[in-house]
C-alpha cells in the first residue's frame, strides 16, 4: 500500500505561483511514477503532469506546459508541482497518484487504472 497526502492549495490570484506538494508513506516511493490531476467544478478529472520513477522524464498537459513543472524528491519521498502564471481555468482539486505502469501511460491512459490516489488539495484561482 501506498499513502499519499496532498498539501500546499490555497488561494492565488491569475498571474500567482502555488507549489503543491505529494507527501507518500508505504512501500518504495521511487519504484512508482508520480501524477498529477485536476478536476474543476462540473468536469471530469483530467491529467496534468506525470514524472517517471527516476525523474529523468515528465509529461505535460497541453493546457499546463510551460506554466507547470512537476518534480519529485525521492529520499523525502516528495513528488511536487510548480504552478506558475496561473488562470481562473486553473480552479481545480489537485490530486497526486502513485502508478506502476509509467509516467507516459499516466499521461496516455488518464485517471483510468491508478494504483493509487491521494484525496486531493483545493486550488483556487481569482481573476
Known amino acids: 500500500q501506498v499513502q499519499l497526502v496532498e498539501s500546499g492549495g490555497g488561494l492565488v490570484q491569475a498571474g500567482g505561483s502555488l507549489r503543491v506538494s505529494c507527501a507518500a508513506s508505504g512501500r518504495t516511493f521511487s519504484s512508482y511514477a508520480m501524477g498529477w490531476f485536476r478536476q474543476a467544478p462540473g468536469k471530469e478529472r483530467e491529467f496534468v503532469a506525470a514524472?517517471?520513477?527516476?525523474?529523468?522524464?515528465?509529461y505535460y498537459a497541453d493546457s499546463v506546459k510551460g506554466r507547470f513543472t512537476v518534480s519529485r524528491d525521492n529520499a523525502k519521498n516528495t513528488v511536487y508541482l510548480q504552478m506558475n502564471s496561473l488562470k481562473p481555468e486553473d480552479t481545480a482539486v489537485y490530486y497526486c497518484a502513485a502508478d506502476s505502469k509509467g509516467a507516459r501511460t499516466m499521461q496516455i491512459i488518464g485517471d483510468r487504472g491508478m494504483d493509487y490516489w491521494g484525496k486531493g488539495t483545493l486550488v483556487t484561482v481569482s481573476s
Open positions: 514524472i517517471s520513477w527516476s525523474g529523468g522524464s515528465t
